[in-house]
């Protein structure tokens, strides 16, 4: 307290006093009341007219007791010291209610960036009460896109000297503002780019066709109105930082869609592994070490599988990640066709797909992430992971890598065509394979054994060591090479590790057996839903008769005896049959059971809410034109008893780490040998797997000698191996 400070109830109340019954402070706060005669001698000069040895004098209140009520009333935010009457009686009233002091004589530095206006920033910083200079501790930044390079360069500065700044955006329909960069403490700018510009991916292929470094340029769509809001918004927030206040939506933008005027803000994390502010070797140094899983009691053993966390816990840990600003996805939706009892959610677009050109199968089954569950949470959880592993999948160029061709790195490299399984005669006519622009359907070039390329290691399970797989065949990348198709098969996230691992690697079993049974189009028992005791499943084919449709279930476990099922259904109320499938594997037969009906609910909405316009033409021949008469695969065989549980030698675990070592045995055993790629971002905290088994089938048309050729025959199933030519010609189309 200096000693010309004067003393008075905060300047955001008024006193109202009524003799012999209290003082009551009115604020827009609402209205705090105050009893007893002392208060009401001493309300009428606790006007911020008189220093507090003036008020002592003027009050005939015992010193000790009148220091005692000031005290008490400051302790609640009640009374204050003020230097000097305010020139500004609301001002002074706003800050007192912000809880901190006026922004008097604080400086700040204005800086434009593009096309921004830098005298109409400070103008509006000067009618927030602040001073303008070139060398100011603080900086307003003013932009008209906040992927601007320049800001890039800016960031750098601010990073090397200490000073804090505030980007701001107030052009166009949407406002933005924020965070407040704290160099040394938090987010920088560069963590903010890498999720603005997932965002904004379409952006890409017209930057590098005009040879930009910065954003593409669009339309101003702005009113004098909305930039004078932005400018004001934008010094507003500068003001308050400077008058000391600290809040969390200081640590987030802020946008505003003056169209609607609705309002958001939007966290901005701190990136770990950011090239500017944190360690850029963390990927790499991840991927180096070893995977070694560790016990991991199972907290969830129903519904869409055996998990770690439950879905509840799942939502409320990574939930943020969906935001249409700063997450790595959106949104997660629920899919606006999908029929009541059915709970399927979108979740942005696939980024498997990320380097195809999309025009021309934009509305395939896979161009979307997307969740299915048992219940609506499930759901949504699902999508959520799905699109988090597709994102952590794409390549940021802080992977491990390693330069080397495969003859000089042999035999720590892995043959990228012992896990893609291409036929020579495949890429003999790869021209006719890729002529329809279907992407799971590409045929690359053949690999060059001589090419010097990117490797990445991967920890082998079975044997544990290291290996070295291209990155290009583990990270979605549009500038891969041209010999090598990355997809998300065997992609996969969890509450842990350990959890991501097995999800993954019950992808890889559910996909190989789905080709084996699909192109040797072999026929199959059927599974007796009504003998799982789950009332959710026995009730579904009336459900579905709803819908006009049938449905069934085949049981395609194949060697390893991990059960895979297979739900079909088939419209039965129109000329078009409109086949749809959806697959599931687990341990446990009633998990495959659950998974298998939700993938089939989560595809059914393509047919369901009537052919999105632009479906691709192969899909369009399968739904109009596919029959179960002409394909006898697709139903059960009448010769066979439909499966029951009891036909699955299923031991429940309590650990996940022990399913782990019961898969790693089974694959032992089969000759197989399990690879896992640790892709979790430290800035996501999420933890995502790719799991690779060379020689396990992708259900997409691979047709490499085999397994594909082999297994049908070790089981029975077949006397001879399919030839090649009698394979399904249809393409699995999901």
């Known amino acids: ?111 434009a960036i593009g096309g921004a206006d830098a005298e109409a920033a400070e103008r509006a910083c000067r009618a927030a009460g602040l001073t303008c200079g070139p060398d100011a501790p603080f900086a307003l930044v003013v932009c008209d896109d906040y992927l601007d390079p320049e800001l890039a360069v800016f960031n750098a500065a601010r990073i090397a000297d200490g000073r804090p700044w505030l980007p701001a955006k107030p052009y166009g329909a949407q406002l933005c503002i924020g965070p407040v960069f704290r160099p040394g403490d938090g987010p920088c700018w560069s963590c903010l780019a890498v999720r603005l510009r997932s965002h904004r991916r379409g ?50 933008v802020w946008s505003l869609d003056t169209l609607t005027l609705s309002a958001s803000h939007h966290p901005v994390d701190r990136r770990p592994q950011c090239a500017d502010c944190g360690d850029p070797g963390l990927v790499a140094d991840q991927a180096r070490r070893p995977v070694r899983p560790v016990s991991r009691p199972k907290g969830v053993a129903a519904g869409n599988g055996h998990r770690a966390l439950s879905a509840e816990e799942m939502w409320e840990r990574f939930g943020h990640l969906a935001d249409p600003v700063t997450g790595i996805v959106e949104r997660v939706v629920r899919d606006p066709r999908s029929p009541s009892f059915l709970h399927c959610y979108q979740a942005g677009p696939n980024l498997a797909f990320a380097g195809a050109n999309l025009s021309s199968f934009r509305a395939g089954l896979r161009m979307q992430s997307g969740g299915k569950g048992r219940t609506d949470l499930d759901a949504r959880v699902s999508g959520l992971c799905e699109a988090v592993e597709r994102y952590s999948a794409s390549r940021f160029r802080d992977e491990a890598t390693v330069l080397g061709s495969y003859r000089a790195l042999a035999p720590d490299a892995v043959h990228p065509a012992a896990c893609m399984l291409f036929d020579e005669r495949q890429y003999r006519e790869r021209e006719r394979w890729n002529a329809p622009g279907i992407p799971f359907q590409y045929v690359p070039e053949r690999f060059d054994e001589d090419a010097e390329i990117e490797w990445t290691p991967v920890w082998s399970l079975t044997e544990g060591r290291h290996r070295l797989l291209p990155t290009s065949q583990l990270y979605f990348d549009a500038e891969g090479v041209g010999s ?138 399968w739904l109009r034109g596919a029959k179960v008469a002409e394909q006898p695969y697709l139903v059960p065989d009448s010769g066979l008893p439909a499966r029951t549980p009891a036909d699955y030698d299923h031991v429940p675990r309590a650990d996940l780490r022990d399913d782990l070592e019961h898969l790693c045995s089974l694959a032992r055993e089969h000759g197989l040998e399990v690879f896992v790629l640790d892709q979790t971002r430290p800035d996501l905290g999420l933890p995502v797997v790719k ?37 399904n010609p249809i393409p699995l189309f999901l």
């Open 484 to 621: 090598i198709v990355a997809d998300s098969n065997g992609n996969a996230a969890g509450g842990t590790v350990e959890d991501a691992i097995l999800q993954g690697f019950l992808e890889l079993v559910e996909r190989d057996a789905v080709a084996l049974w699909w192109y040797n189009r072999t026929r199959h028992a059927g599974v007796d839903l009504e003998s799982f005791g789950d009332a959710w499943i026995s009730a579904l084919p009336e459900r579905f008769s709803e819908l006009g449709r049938e449905l069934w279930v085949l049981d395609l476990t194949a060697d390893l005896g991990i059960p895979v099922m297979a739900a079909v259904s088939r419209r039965v109320d129109g000329p078009a049959e409109e086949i749809m499938l959806g697959f599931g594997a687990h341990l446990d037969p009633a998990v495959a059971l659950s998974r298998a009906v939700t993938e089939l609910g989560q595809l059914l909405p393509a047919v369901t809410g009537g052919y999105a316009k632009g479906m691709p033409a192969h899909l369009l021949d």
């Open 691 to 727: 799991v690779v088994i060379p020689g396990m089938r992708h259900f997409w048309a691979r047709f490499a000698p085999g397994r594909l050729f082999d297994v049908p025959v070790r089981l029975g199933r077949l006397n001879s191996p399919t030839a090649y030519e009698d394979l």
């Open 203 to 252: 952006e890409s292929q017209v930057r590098r066709a005009l040879g930009l470094e910065g954003p593409v340029r669009v339309p101003e769509a702005s009113l004098a109105a909305t930039r004078e809001l932005g400018l004001q918004t934008a010094a507003l927030q500068a003001a308050k930082w400077l008058a000391g206040m600290r809040d969390e939506s200081q640590n987030a």
């Open 1 to 111: 307290m200096q000693a010309d400070e004067r003393i008075g109830f905060r300047r955001h109340f008024r006193a109202e006093i009524v003799p012999g019954e209290a003082v009551y402070l009115v604020s827009p706060r609402g209205t705090t009341a105050l009893s007893g005669a002392a208060i009401q001698k001493m309300a009428p000069l606790l006007d911020g007219s008189l220093t507090l040895p003036e008020l002592r004098a003027a009050v005939d209140i015992p010193t000790e007791q009148l220091d005692g009520m000031l005290g008490r009333l400051a302790s609640a935010g009640l009374v204050g010291f003020h230097a000097e009457r305010p020139r500004d009686a609301a001002a002074g009233a706003y800050w007192d209610l912000a809880g901190v002091g006026d922004p008097v004589a604080a400086e700040v530095s204005v800086v």
